[in-house]
């Protein structure tokens, strides 16, 4: 009853406003309209909050490019296993194995996973790129839009379902021992790994022949509709509603987008330097291109994260968390009772699928690089040496950044802390002390107390790349 009267006092006070104003003679109808102004001084509530919505938007890429580089570098990390660290453990299990006839459950696993591996770089080498580059390029533009959409959404399906393909293989292989596993059912699943992986590099093999038709045409119809569906994604995302688990989704789907593009870019580059013995005027002629679709689709990021922070009032302060999120799996891979691989964590986090890039990868480096002598295997030997040294000074740099994330949340959990005793301390002396205050609520049914006991905050620790959040997956 008080609300209603005080609209109503509200709107004739409004139309009384307005009737003064009406009734005033021309010469004093101009001047107020000249003269008239505003207070924002009274609303600074207002104003504040605005504000807040502005420095948050401006703050929001900086703090996206330090997630993704970290993103990024753990994407690199795990590709960079298959190349160099896998073949040594594979040899140091095979050694033991014909000393002491015995194997590990983790050695069982890098032995399984350089076996499909290597069956699917066979596979792969027998397959004739020029067929696949001669259908892409003679289709319509109409048909590249369809073809390219469909291998983007293929690609994100056989990546949510070929990692747990892979765990499953490796969990079965882990309980032969103990009799919960059956050869039969090891023989299965490692065949179901053979064509996963083998599928699925296939459809990289097809997304790479696309964009060197997109680089290679003279239309450049493919190269646009590259660029163009980055800014669609700009309409499936901005206009909807976001929680920080759906963000911290996307924000490693782009971490994890940004280090396959890159490697897509290398793979064709490296295609069409083959083909015209290695020039650098066509290096850079093919650049810009390239150029234009990584800034596209930095530019699309940040402007993706940037208004999906403002319009669901979500702190630039969320990305701290999930860079100590990144950080906890880099801690959690790094202990003796690890339940998977840090390669393994990584993916599922990140939603990468590196067996098929790296068997992509061998397969455009035999094409494009013959060993023809002692020089050239001398080379070779070099070049993996180094690759070595690369992902031992990135494993060193992640384990450093993820010390230093997680030593600044716990310096940031404690100052919350504190300023929230603080709070509770300055209550308990104001405020008046309420006898039933700290009583149970007896009239509370027993379900309800259960379910307020079970009630728990959902963790970033719990959510990989195609977890269902808020009755979706981004």
């Given amino acids: 009853m008080a609300e209603q009267e005080s609209k109503d006092i509200e709107a004739d006070q409004n139309e009384r406003i307005l009737n003064d104003i009406r009734a005033l003679p021309w010469s004093e109808f101009v001047a107020h309209e000249l003269m008239r102004g505003f207070a924002p001084e009274y609303h600074s509530e207002s104003y504040a909050s605005r504000l807040q919505k502005v420095q948050t938007f401006m ?3 900086r703090e996206l490019e330090k997630t993704l580089a970290i993103g990024f570098l753990l994407c690199l990390d795990s ?11 594979i040899v140091m299990a095979v050694i033991q194995f014909c000393r002491k006839f015995m194997l590990h459950p983790h050695q069982i696993c890098d ?3 350089g076996l499909v591996f290597l069956i699917c770089c066979i596979f792969i080498r027998n397959l004739d790129i020029s067929v696949i580059y001669h259908v892409v390029r003679g289709q319509s533009v109409i ?3 369809v073809i390219y959409n469909i291998l983007d959404i293929l690609d994100k399906l056989f990546a949510s379902f070929g990692q747990d393909i892979l765990d499953t293989l490796f969990w079965t292989t882990s309980q032969y021992k103990t009799k919960n596993g059956t050869l039969f059912q090891i023989f299965q699943y490692f065949f179901l790994s053979v064509v996963y992986v083998f599928l699925h590099t296939i459809l990289v093999l097809v997304q790479s022949v696309a964009l060197n038709v997109a680089v290679n045409s003279h239309s450049k119809a493919l190269l646009t509709i ?23 989704q996307m924000s490693c789907a782009d971490a994890r987008e ?16 083959t083909q015209y013995a290695y020039s ?31 319009f669901n009032n979500i702190s630039a302060e969320v990305y701290l968390d999930y860079r100590e999120a990144l950080a906890k799996d880099v801690a959690v891979s790094r202990r003796l009772d690890s339940h998977s691989h840090h390669s393994d964590l990584i993916c599922r986090r990140m939603g990468l699928t590196p067996l098929p890039i790296g068997c992509l990868i061998y397969r455009v480096m035999a094409q494009s690089i013959t060993l023809t002598g002692k020089f050239d295997t001398f080379i070779a030997i070099g070049v993996y040496l180094m690759l070595i040294l690369m992902k031992m000074l990135n494993s060193k740099y992640i384990l450093a950044k ?24 300055h209550d308990s002396v104001s405020a008046p002390y309420d006898r039933n205050s700290h009583k149970k609520d007896v009239n509370a049914s027993p379900n309800t107390q259960l379910r307020q006991r079970s009630t728990v905050a959902p963790s970033l620790d719990k959510i990989d790349r195609y977890t269902l959040c808020s009755s979706r997956i981004v």
């Fill in 226 to 248: 590259i660029i163009s569906n980055q800014f669609v994604e700009l309409k499936g995302s901005v206009f909807k509603r976001f929680d920080r688990f759906n963000l911290f």
């Fill in 143 to 145: 048909k590249l839009y």
């Fill in 111 to 113: 032995i399984l996973r």
């Fill in 59 to 61: 703050k929001t890429p």
């Fill in 280 to 310: 650098t005027d066509y290096l850079w002629e093919i650049l810009p291109d390239f150029l234009m679709v990584m800034v596209s689709e930095v530019f699309v990021d940040w402007v993706k994260h940037a208004f999906i922070t403002k």
């Fill in 402 to 425: 993820a010390a230093h994330y997680l030593r600044k949340a716990n310096e940031r959990r404690s100052k919350i802390d504190s300023r929230n005793a603080k709070a509770e301390r």
């Fill in 258 to 273: 940004r280090f396959q593009n890159l490697l897509l870019i290398g793979i064709v580059c490296l295609r069409n330097l």
């Fill in 79 to 89: 590709f960079l296993f298959i190349f160099t660290l896998l073949p040594i453990r």
